[in-house]
């Protein structure tokens, strides 16, 4: 079993719908939480990160973290068809030197007009 | 720079034959990470960079695979006597500290072995 699991979807919404996109996690080590958009043939682009339970808002983005279910969301407001991505969880313990991320295998999100 | 630069973007090379990927990080970032993403997946940590240092090296999956960062900025990640299970988009990632830090990913090095 991987340390992170999440759906490779694909997931196909239409123009205007919320997206929940999720990941569970088996390694209670892990500390911080990170979400990445990556587009085709491109590297993956940082949109959330969070250190704690709870939820966290940047526009259209909200990220949310429940450590005692092992279970991280993020959550796509009014979703656009340049949305259309994948979608990466990722993790990482803090050891005091940076540290290497664990991700997830990505989910294939598909925002229709 | 303003990003994560990789060259090149894209590698074809024949099996056996040895491989160089370059990674120029974001200017005065200290830590590097190199990548490993195979199609379908999620990216797989190879090494770990802080300035010159190699501080990890656990994802490296053979002696075949060796990374260097001599004075602390550009990386090269160099594979030997390529196998066909090396095809895959090697990716660097840059952070400016230590510690909990967002990592920031260049485009990737798609390679291919024939």
């Known amino acids: 079993q991987k340390e992170v699991e999440q759906d490779p979807g694909p997931l196909s919404v239409p123009e205007g719908a919320i997206v929940s996109l999720n990941c569970t996690y088996s390694?209670?080590?892990?500390?911080?939480f990170m979400w990445y958009r990556q587009y085709s043939r491109k590297g993956p682009e940082l949109l959330m990160y969070t250190y704690s339970s709870g939820n966290k808002e940047d526009g259209r983005f909200t990220a949310q973290v429940d450590k005692s279910s092992k279970y991280i969301s993020l959550f796509i407001r009014d979703s656009q068809p340049s949305d259309s991505a994948t979608y990466l969880c990722?993790?990482?313990?803090?050891?005091?030197?940076?540290?290497?991320?664990?991700f997830g295998t990505g989910t294939r999100l598909q925002v229709t007009l | 720079g303003a990003g994560v630069s990789q060259s090149p973007r894209y590698k074809v090379a024949k099996r056996g034959q040895d491989v160089a990927l370059r990674c120029d990080p974001i200017s005065g970032h200290v830590s590097l990470f190199w990548y490993q993403q195979a199609l379908g997946q999620g990216p797989e940590f190879l090494t770990y960079f802080q300035n010159e240092a190699q501080l990890d090296k656990s994802g490296l999956p053979s002696d075949r695979f060796f990374a260097e960062r001599p004075e602390g900025s550009v990386s090269t990640l160099k594979i030997q006597r390529t196998q066909q299970e090396d095809s895959a988009v090697y990716l660097c990632?840059?952070?400016?500290?230590?510690?909990?830090?967002?990592?920031?990913f260049g485009d990737g090095t798609r390679l291919s072995i024939l």
């Open positions: 990722a993790m990482g313990i803090n050891t005091g030197t940076a540290s290497k991320l664990t």
């Open positions: 390694n209670s080590a892990f500390q911080y």
């Open positions: 990632a840059s952070s400016l500290g230590v510690g909990i830090q967002p990592q920031h």
